[in-house]
T-cell receptor
Framework: QKEVEQNSGPLSVPEGAIASLNCTYS??????FFWYRQYSGKSPELIMS????GDKEDGRFTAQLNKASQYVSLLIRDSQPSDSATYLC????????????FGSGTQLTVLP | DTAVSQTPKYLVTQMGNDKSIKCEQN?????MYWYKQDSKKFLKIMFS???????INETVPNRFSPKSPDKAHLNLHINSLELGDSAVYFC??????????????FGPGTRLTVL
């Protein structure tokens, strides 16, 4: 089983809709979870980090963490064409808080 | 005011050559990383240095050798380049906060093409 798994997509949503991106991880003791956004030809940039169970909101973005079920999701409300990018979920691997294991990413397209 | 910079941005070379990629960060971070992103966009850690000390060395061919002259710089030297080395190489940095994985900030990437 891969350490971090994401729906590879691609995922298409109409402008103004809610985009839901999901990520599952294999290590039960993971404590930190990150969502990065990567535009085509650009470098990854952090959107959200979450450390506790529940929801964390930042503008149009909400990260949801459920440690019991080992999943973390990212919701994008009122999706805009500028949100079209690949979204990467990242989790520290077992036994190492100093590095991140990235999922393969979900490509999101927001249709005008 | 570039936080993490890499040079060169593009590198096209022949098989068998030796090349280097340079990375510098001005964020005052103590940890730096090299990642490889292949054509399928999978981002994989290669190396990490903390205060000039190698702390992560994933299963990478020994043709790849990182060097950290100081905590603001991490260079990557690649010997005897192969076709499979073609990828985008990202440098990143973070500040190690005991007990918590901190945010990593990425450089713009170096697109390496081996012909």
């Amino acid at each position: 089983q891969k350490e971090v798994e994401q729906n590879s997509g691609p995922l298409s949503v109409p402008e103004g809709a809610i985009a839901s991106l999901n990520c599952t991880y294999s290590d039960r003791v993971s404590q930190s979870f990150f969502w990065y956004r990567q535009y085509s030809g650009k470098s990854p940039e952090l959107i959200m980090s979450i450390y506790s169970n529940g929801d964390k909101e930042d503008g149009r973005f909400t990260a949801q963490l459920n440690k019991a079920s080992q999943y973390v999701s990212l919701l994008i409300r009122d999706s805009q064409p500028s949100d079209s990018a690949t979204y990467l979920c990242a989790v520290p691997p077992s036994g190492s808080a100093r590095q991140l294991t990235f999922g393969s990413g979900t490509q999101l397209t927001v249709l005008p | 005011d570039t936080a993490v910079s890499q040079t060169p941005k593009y590198l096209v070379t022949q098989m068998g050559n030796d090349k280097s990629i340079k990375c510098e960060q001005n964020l005052g971070h103590d940890t730096m990383y090299w990642y490889k992103q292949d054509s399928k966009k999978f981002l994989k850690i290669m190396f990490s240095y903390n205060n000039k000390e190698l702390i992560i060395n994933e299963t990478v061919p020994n043709r790849f050798s990182p060097k950290s002259p100081d905590k603001a710089h991490l260079n990557l030297h690649i010997n005897s380049l192969e076709l499979g080395d073609s990828a985008v190489y990202f440098c990143a940095s973070s500040q190690w906060d005991r007990g918590r994985t901190d945010t990593q900030y990425f450089g713009p990437g170096t697109r390496l093409t081996v012909l």
